[in-house]
């Protein structure tokens, strides 16, 4: 199975920045498209960014465009979500996902493996 683990979560204040990581197992890090999830109490998870497996074609929900990045170093099995100007509603729970040679890359149901999740709180 491949692992994935999510880091970088914290508290920030509205306006801040935080850059998650996630580091997945293995060799074959390449053949995956990778996406940000995130879900806050009470809500469904949801699709933040994705980038994917060749071409590093990058998608990311509307909500967040022109604040969040997504980016990956294949050389490192890590794929990165860079979150500036942060608002409250940002808080949830961060989860990075992995889909073999997937190019759906919106498609949370057809991702393969999942990260435990890093929690990111934004105060007002």
């Known amino acids: 199975q491949v692992q994935l683990v999510e880091s970088g979560g914290g508290l920030v204040q509205a306006g801040g920045s935080l850059r998650l990581s996630c580091a997945a197992s293995?060799?074959?890090?390449?053949?995956?498209?990778m996406g940000w999830f995130r879900q806050a109490p009470g809500k469904e998870r949801v699709v933040v960014a994705a980038i994917s497996w060749i071409g590093d074609i990058t998608d990311s929900t509307d909500s967040v465009k022109g604040r969040f990045t997504i980016s990956r170093d294949n050389a490192k099995n890590t794929v990165y979500l860079q979150m500036n100007s942060l608002k409250p509603e940002d808080t949830a729970l961060y989860y990075c996902?992995?889909?073999?040679?997937?190019?759906?890359?919106?498609?949370?149901?057809?991702?393969?493996?999942w990260g435990q999740g890093t929690q990111v709180t934004v105060s007002s």
């Open positions: 996902a992995a889909k073999f040679r997937g190019l759906r890359l919106g498609r949370l149901k057809e991702y393969d493996y």
């Open positions: 293995g060799r074959t890090f390449s053949d995956y498209s």
